[in-house]
């Protein structure tokens, strides 16, 4: 079984577009995330919700919302796509918000925007 | 804000020889250091990660990393790999104990031959 799963692994799609990636954990974790991978293969951390509650925002444009319908799904909905949105992004799910805890992460959906 | 150097994009290795991979970070505050491994196909998966106390930590696989405070180094050390090693590993850097707010190195290809 896969811990953290992510749909699609890839997705082409036209600029203008609004597409959503979802994100699905199955470890009973209140704590959920995702990361974006770009071009030169940094990640870093887009969004953070524990228990439904968004606890971390970092500067995204607005065209980038996550909704938590629950504590184990954390979907990335993407308005008006641009090509510099071409990126991996990963979700990844922890027990808690501590560095203590162990965070899981998903294979990543490889995003193209032509 | 915190970044994340790791100085060798890929690093190709014999079957049962070392392998160390190096990762150098900046931060102005204490830092709380992770390497992740990222097997194909699969998800990132944590290898170790320092938070306090022994400055070397041991992890899964056979794995170990050095924290040296006052080089800001982190490196990842095998003594004896595997064909199974062969992987992309990433070191990661967080500013805070309670959140996993990473920021990733841009990852070290590690492919091991026979």
């Known amino acids: 079984d896969t811990a953290v799963s992510q749909t699609p692994k890839y997705l082409v799609t036209q600029m203008g577009n609004d597409k959503s990636i979802k994100c699905e954990q199955n470890?009973?974790?209140?704590?959920m995330y995702w990361y974006k991978q770009d071009s030169k293969k940094f990640l870093k951390i887009m969004f953070s919700y524990n228990n439904k509650e968004l606890i971390i925002n970092e500067t995204v444009p607005n065209r980038f919302s996550p909704k938590s319908p629950d504590k184990a799904h954390l979907n990335l909905h993407i308005n008006s796509l641009e090509l510099g949105d071409s990126a991996v992004y990963f979700c990844?799910?922890?027990?808690?918000?501590?560095?203590?805890?162990?965070?899981?992460f998903g294979q990543g959906t490889r995003l193209t925007v032509v | 804000a915190q970044s994340v150097t790791q100085l060798d994009s890929q690093v190709p290795v014999f079957e049962e020889a070392p392998v160390e991979l190096r990762c150098n970070y900046s931060?102005?505050?204490?830092?709380?250091l992770f390497w992740y491994v990222q097997y194909p196909n699969q998800g990132l998966q944590l290898l170790l990660k320092y938070l306090s106390g022994s400055t070397l930590v041991k992890g899964i696989n056979g794995f170990e990393a050095e924290f040296n405070k006052s080089q800001t180094s982190f490196h990842l050390r095998k003594p004896s790999v595997h064909i199974s090693d062969t992987a992309e590993y990433f070191c990661a850097v967080s500013e805070s104990p309670n959140d996993y707010k990473l920021s990733f190195g841009a990852g070290t290809t590690v492919t091991v031959r026979a």
């Open positions: 931060s102005s505050v204490s830092v709380y």
């Open positions: 990844a799910s922890s027990p808690g918000t501590g560095l203590n805890t162990e965070a899981f």
């Open positions: 470890l009973g974790h209140d704590t």
